[in-house]
C-alpha cells in the first residue's frame, strides 16, 4: 500500500539510489503530522455514521437526485470514508487510490448514479468541519485534503 515511506523508497529504488536527505525530510514530515492524522482518523471513525448519514441527508433533500439512489449513495460514501480512514493511518493517499477512485468510479457509473451527487457529499462534508468542535485545526488540514483529493480525483 502506498504512504509516505513506500512512496519515498519505491521512488529512489526506481532510479537506483537511496533516498535523499529530501526524500528523507519528506517522511519525517510525515511523521510529524502522523498525530494530527491519528486525530483525525479516531474522530472519523468515532463519527463515521453520522457524518455518512448527514452528507447523504444534505444532498438529497435539495431534491436533485433519485430517492431511489439514496441507500446506494449512502453505502458509497460510508465505503470512502472508511477509505480516507485509512488514509488518514497510513499518511499516504494508497488506500484511495488503489480501492476507491478508479473502481468505485466504475461501479457508480455501472449503477448509473451521478458521480457530482459524491463530490457535493464530500465537499458538504469537508465544509462542516467544525474547530475544535469536531478536532484541531492541524486534524482538519489532513482530513480536508484528503477530502479535497477524493473530489477533485472524482470531479
Not at 470514508?81 to 488518514?88: E, G, M, S, V
Amino acid at each position: 500500500m502506498k504512504s509516505a515511506v513506500t512512496t519515498v523508497v519505491i521512488s529512489a529504488d526506481a532510479v537506483g539510489r537511496f533516498p535523499s536527505s529530501s526524500d528523507i525530510e519528506a517522511v519525517k514530515g510525515s511523521f510529524d503530522r502522523a498525530p494530527a492524522r491519528m486525530e483525525a482518523a479516531e474522530k472519523l471513525a468515532a463519527n463515521i455514521d453520522k457524518v455518512t448519514s448527514d452528507a447523504v441527508d444534505a444532498i438529497y433533500s435539495k431534491g436533485n437526485y433519485d430517492q431511489a439512489n439514496k441507500d446506494k449513495c449512502a453505502r458509497d460514501i460510508h465505503h470512502y470514508l472508511r477509505l480516507i480512514n485509512y488514509c488518514l493511518v497510513t499518511g499516504g493517499t494508497g488506500p484511495l487510490d488503489e480501492w476507491g477512485i478508479a473502481g468505485m468510479r466504475e461501479v457508480i457509473r455501472a449503477q448509473m448514479l451521478p458521480t457530482v451527487a459524491y463530490v457535493e457529499a464530500f465537499a458538504h462534508i469537508r465544509d462542516r468541519v467544525c474547530i475544535p468542535r469536531d478536532m484541531s485545526q492541524q486534524a482538519a488540514t489532513e482530513f480536508k485534503a484528503i477530502l479535497d483529493y477524493l473530489i477533485n480525483a472524482l470531479s
